[in-house]
């Protein structure tokens, strides 16, 4: 079974600085790929960013990165130069490949960015 | 970017009624998703489909029945509606391939069962 737990349940901020979200996976697959995305005030959900299981490097976009710990089953979403348009719920996601087109979502970590 | 619609933005219905929320995509993806969204669950999975005429059990399919009569359209079926089904059901659409696809999501249904 697949399983991903965020247990930050709100974050606050400031505007410029650098935040982090945590989030731990639970799989058996040897491989599987993790995502974030982003839920704003709206209510739309948009993907973020990704990281494939079998890559070592860590995954950038923008001013997102991730921070991917293997051994520890966890990945970390930094954003950097936070703005206050970052405020929005972040989801943390993981699909493995023994079923690979099902994705399993966190319960999300609300960010606030304070000017 | 991709295109995918829910109808109705908001329901109110009543208990032991019947509810048909619906999805269309514009996208030809093959996979579609119906979850739904609560406070301190985050984004669950009801069902899911990988193409016309198929339906797929998701985590917490109790209750729901979905329907997939077209590459375009999947709907999800409130037979008998209860309290407990009120809440905010996203869809969403992605291709098939080998796992790394990100998925397309529409604005969310507030229902909500008096």
């Known amino acids: 079974a697949q399983k991903v737990t965020q247990t930050q349940t709100s974050i606050s901020v400031m505007e410029k600085t650098t935040v982090t979200m945590d989030c731990v996976y639970e799989t058996q697959d040897s491989s599987y790929f993790l995502f974030w995305y982003k839920q704003t005030a709206s209510g739309e959900i948009v993907f973020l960013i990704r990281q494939d299981s079998y890559k070592k490097e860590n995954a950038t976009v923008g001013h997102y990165s991730l921070n991917f710990q293997k051994p520890k089953s966890s990945i970390g979403l930094i954003i950097t130069a936070t703005q206050i348009e970052d405020s929005a719920v972040y989801f943390c996601?993981?699909?493995?490949?023994?079923?690979?087109?099902?994705?399993?979502f966190g319960s999300g970590t609300k960010l606030t960015v304070e000017p | 970017e991709a295109a995918v619609t829910q109808s109705p933005r908001n329901k109110v219905a009543v208990t032991g009624g019947k509810v048909t929320l619906s999805c269309n995509q514009t996208?030809?993806?093959?996979?579609m998703y119906w979850y739904r969204q609560d406070t301190g669950h985050g984004l669950r999975l009801i069902h899911y489909s990988y193409g016309a005429g198929s339906t797929e059990k998701g985590d917490i399919p109790d209750g729901y029945k979905a329907s997939r009569p077209s590459q375009e359209n999947f709907s999800l079926i409130l037979e008998l509606a209860t309290p407990s089904q009120t809440s905010v059901y996203f869809c969403a659409s992605g291709p098939s391939g080998t796992g790394n696809e990100r998925l397309f999501f529409g604005h969310g249904t507030k229902l909500s069962v008096l």
């Open positions: 996601a993981m699909r493995g490949m023994s079923n690979y087109n099902v994705l399993y």
């Open positions: 996208n030809n993806h093959n996979n």
